[in-house]
């Protein structure tokens, strides 16, 4: 999807659907990148449920169980749209064109990307520059590694197949964790004095640690809230505009324990923890920074998160 239209799918306000499951920590960053951007007019969004089977994310929070926009009970069938033969998984995000009702991407990493540069005549004023000129190797360098060793290093522990790949998965996130906490003593941001789109991509799996990763994936050497910094910075992002308040907490949960049948065959899902310490001070003000850059934070939420779900509400 380009500005242009050289991939066949220029960039068109009101034109494709974002399909966006808030348990997922990749559909998560496109729900950030979204809102922080000011792209709801341009952009809509559905969102599944939580839960699915082995076919497909189902619209099951919707009525009648059908997106309102594309009509579908599944994701699956906008895949099927592109492609009848579509031999891979059914992934959020995706990014469906409505006027076909087929998918046109889920590269959840490049989707990101596109809504910052490709999508940037339909910012909002006042938008922040989640990709600076002036540091986007940086940026680009950070994602890399958090992305290899923390994004994806939960799952490599969550899905180890053997002992031996499960110590090795997490050595490596253990190691990355550590740099991560030593980055941050001292800098409010990874990249800069300002937010960039490395904060999304290390935040939304910082958000579901302690509720998913510590347990249910084995990742517990220790929780994030026994580590000052990251702890800090995690409630830090969690507490500004466009992060916590796309936050289901329920949803995560549901997601995680319900779906990994080989990892959690009793469906049980635990009721903790206690999400009181998110909205507590963190005082990373004091090492300066400026969350926006020299732009603004983003309005009223258009599509709240069930207070029963956020600390944020209580």
């Avoid at 974002?18 to 960053?29: I, K």
């Avoid at 940037?120 to 990709?131: I, K, M, N, S, V």
């Avoid at 906490?181 to 490395?198: C, K, M, N, W």
């Avoid at 909205?279 to 300066?288: D, I, K, N, S």
Wanted: charged share 25%.
């Amino acid at each position: 999807m380009t500005a242009d239209g050289r991939d066949g799918f220029p960039v068109e306000p009101g034109r494709y659907r974002l399909v966006a499951a808030r348990a997922c920590p990749w559909a998560n960053r496109t729900i950030i990148v979204r809102r922080l951007l000011g792209l709801e007019d341009a952009l809509s969004i559905g969102m599944p449920g939580p839960t699915h089977d082995a076919r497909s994310w189902t619209f099951d929070l919707d009525p009648g169980g059908r997106d309102p926009v594309l009509g579908i009970e599944r994701l699956q069938e906008a895949f099927f749209k592109r492609d009848p033969e579509y031999p891979r998984g059914i992934t959020v995000p995706a990014i469906v064109d409505t006027t076909t009702g087929a998918v046109v991407t889920n590269d959840f990493a490049q989707i990101t990307l596109d809504l910052s540069t490709e999508w940037r005549e339909h910012h909002r004023e006042g938008a922040p520059d989640l990709l600076p000129d002036a540091r986007r190797d940086e940026v680009d360098e950070v994602n890399r590694r958090v992305f290899t060793e923390v994004n994806n290093g939960v799952y490599r522990c969550g899905f180890a197949g053997s002992q031996e790949a499960y110590d090795e998965a997490y050595a490596r996130l253990w190691t990355a964790l550590d740099w991560l906490e030593e980055r941050l003593r001292d800098q409010r941001y990874l990249v800069g004095d300002t937010i960039t789109e490395a904060d999304v991509r290390l935040f939304t799996t910082l958000v579901r640690f302690d509720p998913v990763y510590h347990g249910h994936f084995k990742c517990n050497r220790n929780k994030l809230a026994e580590m000052p910094a990251l702890w800090g910075y995690a409630r830090d992002l969690f507490q500004t505009p466009g992060f916590g308040d796309t936050v289901d907490f329920w949803q995560i949960k549901q997601h995680y324990y319900v779906v990994h049948t080989d990892i959690n065959p009793s469906g049980i899902v635990p009721a903790g923890p206690d999400l009181s310490g998110w909205v507590t001070p963190h005082g990373r003000e004091a090492l300066g920074g400026r969350p926006f850059g020299d732009g603004t934070p983003p309005g009223p939420v258009r599509e709240p998160v069930d207070p029963t779900h956020t600390p944020l509400s209580r």
